[in-house]
Every structure is written in C-alpha cells, then in structure tokens.
C-alpha cells in the first residue's frame, strides 16, 4: 500500500520566516503531487500541482519542488505571514484515480 | 464562493436513520468525488464519478451509496451507519478525472453518529 508522510506535524514560526515543509512517499511511480491548504472548518484549497516530469512549481510566495527518485516533495513558504496558519497537506496520485493523502502539517505563524 | 457547495454542513444522525449528503458545482466540472476526512487520519478517497457514471470505488461499505445524475450534482445517501463513520466528508470536482486534474473542494459536511 502506498503510504505518504508529511514532517512535521506541526509548526510554529515568527511572522517572515522562511519555512520549508516535507512530503515523502514510498512509490516513486508517481503521476504528480499536489499540495493543498486547509483551514478549519473548511475544505482543501489547491496551492500548487506538480506533474511527474517536473520539477518544481511556483505561485507568489509558495514553491513546490518534486524529487521522484527519492520519493520527495518540499513546500517552501517565503516571508511566512499569520494569514498562513493552516494544513498544509500532500496528495499523491498513482494513476487514473488513486489519490493518496498524508496527514498534513499544521503551521502556526506567530504575528 | 468556493465554486462546490455541499449541504448540510452539519449532520447528527442515529444509527438507524437514512439521510443524505448533497454536493453541487458550479464550475461546469465532469467528474466528481467523495472524500472521508476521520481525525488523526489521513484522507481518504471513497468515490469518483466521471460524466455521472461512477469510475472508482475504493472498497466503501455499502452503507455510504453515491448517486450522481448529472455531471453538476453528487450525492451520498447514508443508511444504518456505525460511530466510527463519525467525520468530515468532503466533495470535490475536476474538469475531467483524472491524474491530471486539480481538484477544487466544498467546505463538506460534518457527520456525527449518535
């Protein structure tokens, strides 16, 4: 069974930091990875998807890099803000429809 | 507006009730799903529809039964369900299914069994 793990598994940082978030997996037969924000209460926001033949996405201050062959994904956050706080969790599709979640990194920014 | 839109957003059923989740996109998606989030785990897919036909069921009991008539519109219908059912479920939506696809989400439906 495919497992996805994400470290840690929860965060505090003071307001501008620069953070970095990991996600790893056991298959590296992957066809991408997502990352995705959730706040409480609410469902999962999409923040960045990365397709097997890439390495890296970006939006604004967000950076999502995919590392296949060692079954690795990183969400690096710049000048990290309090409107940060959130799940931040990985999900890792297989094929057609095999989606496969971790448990999420909950980060707290400190204002 | 997230675009998915899931009522109720809260539910408190017994045992031996029957009820039902409903989820609606307004994005002109084809293919949507259902998702459980249980506490300290990690989520899990249970059903993908594409074009209102179901194309994966990750082994759900057959409590939880998914209809979907029409590419816009998602249901889960819930009958003599057990506490450990007791979570988050959420609603997605994709232009087409596939690995392909980012998925937007609804807001989901808070399930608690008595």
């Known amino acids: 069974k495919q497992e996805v793990t994400q470290i840690p598994a929860a965060l505090s940082v003071p307001e501008g930091e620069n953070l970095v978030l990991n996600c790893s997996f056991t298959d590296s037969a992957i066809y991408n990875l997502q990352w995705f924000r959730q706040d409480p209460g609410k469902g999962l926001t999409s923040l960045l998807l990365?397709?097997?033949?890439?390495r890296e996405q970006t939006s604004g201050r967000l950076n999502a890099s995919l590392d296949k062959s060692s079954g690795r994904s990183t969400l690096y956050i710049a000048a990290s803000q309090p409107g940060d706080s959130a799940t931040y969790l990985c999900a890792v599709c297989y094929n057609f429809n095999k989606f496969y979640f971790g448990s999420g990194t909950k980060l707290n920014v400190k204002p | 507006e997230t675009g998915v839109t899931q009522t109720p957003r809260h539910l408190v059923m017994g045992m031996t009730n029957k009820k039902s989740l409903k989820c609606e996109q307004h994005l002109g998606h084809n293919a949507m799903y259902w998702y459980k989030q249980s506490a300290k785990k990690p989520l899990e897919l249970m059903f993908v529809y594409s074009l209102e036909e179901r194309v994966e069921n990750n082994s759900v009991p057959s409590r939880f039964s998914p209809e979907c008539p029409n590419s816009s519109h998602l249901f889960l219908h819930l009958h003599t369900l057990q506490p450990e059912d007791s979570a988050l479920y959420l609603c997605?939506?994709?232009?087409?299914?596939?690995?392909?696809?980012?998925?937007?989400f609804g807001d989901g439906t808070r399930l608690s069994i008595l």
């Open positions: 997605a939506s994709s232009q087409e299914a596939g690995y392909h696809q980012p998925q937007h």
């Open positions: 990365i397709q097997s033949s890439q």
